[in-house]
T-cell receptor, first 114, second 110 residues
Framework: GAGVSQTPSNKVTEKGKYVELRCDPISGHTALYWYRQSLGQGPEFLIYFQGTGAADDSGLPNDRFFAVRPEGSVSTLKIQRTERGDSAVYLC????????????FGPGTRLTVL | RKEVEQDPGPFNVPEGATVAFNCTYSNSASQSFFWYRQDCRKEPKLLMSVYSSGNEDGRFTAQLNRASQYISLLIRDSKLSDSATYLCVVPNQAGTALIFGKGTTLSVSS
């Protein structure tokens, strides 16, 4: 079956612009996660959704970052007033109900802020 | 102490070698542990789960030492295709996210 998909695969933007990154989880997976991976680092947790609600957003670095999942499926990560330090690969993962530790990752969106 | 720490690497080994990676974790209450594999410019993929003292899957063996809060991954008879970054992973205390180490890079050469 289809895995987690993310669009766009690459995004180049200028400092100060607004960007949206999309994640389409595996069909039927209730849990959805966003992570950010900088060069030479492991993925770092940003936010976790259970259904439509953000159950844990403790990893969002500041209020420029926001994520939604209005219908409990597709999620959008929104970054306002982008900064060069936001450049990273943004990974989305999903997991089936009751198996939060079994996370399937999408290919990521590589964000470059010039 | 960082939540998950790994050997810095990189590890450069010939085909057929045995190589071991180490990982320490800070939360003594952790019950489950994972090794993920990440190929260059690709997403992480689950390699092995470690729920008790350890487990084995073909050429790969993962061991857990709870007293020392230490996890290891042993790869026997290394193949060129094993070249990748290996990430040690522990769930956070709330069980809402995975905490990843920085990863250890393995390069297997012929």
């Amino acid at each position: 079956g289809a895995g987690v998909s993310q669009t766009p695969s690459n995004k180049v933007t200028e400092k100060g612009k607004y960007v949206e990154l999309r994640c389409d989880p595996i069909s039927g997976h209730t849990a959805l996660y966003w992570y950010r991976q900088s060069l030479g680092q492991g993925p770092e947790f940003l936010i976790y959704f259970q259904g439509t609600g953000a159950a844990d957003d403790s990893g969002l670095p500041n209020d420029r970052f926001f994520a939604v999942r209005p219908e409990g499926s597709v999620s959008t990560l929104k970054i306002q007033r982008t900064e060069r330090g936001d450049s990273a690969v943004y990974l989305c993962a999903s997991s089936p109900s009751g198996r939060r530790n079994t996370q399937y990752f999408g290919p990521g969106t590589r964000l470059t802020v010039l | 102490r960082k939540e998950v720490e790994q050997d810095p690497g990189p590890f450069n080994v010939p085909e057929g070698a045995t190589v071991a990676f180490n990982c320490t974790y800070s939360n003594s209450a952790s019950q489950s542990f994972f090794w993920y594999r990440q190929d260059c410019r690709k997403e992480p993929k689950l390699l092995m789960s470690v729920y008790s003292s350890g487990n084995e899957d073909g050429r790969f063996t993962a061991q857990l030492n709870r007293a020392s809060q230490y996890i290891s991954l042993l790869i026997r008879d290394s193949k060129l295709s094993d070249s990748a970054t290996y990430l040690c992973v522990v769930p956070n205390q709330a069980g809402t996210a995975l905490i990843f180490g920085k990863g250890t890079t393995l390069s297997v050469s012929s």
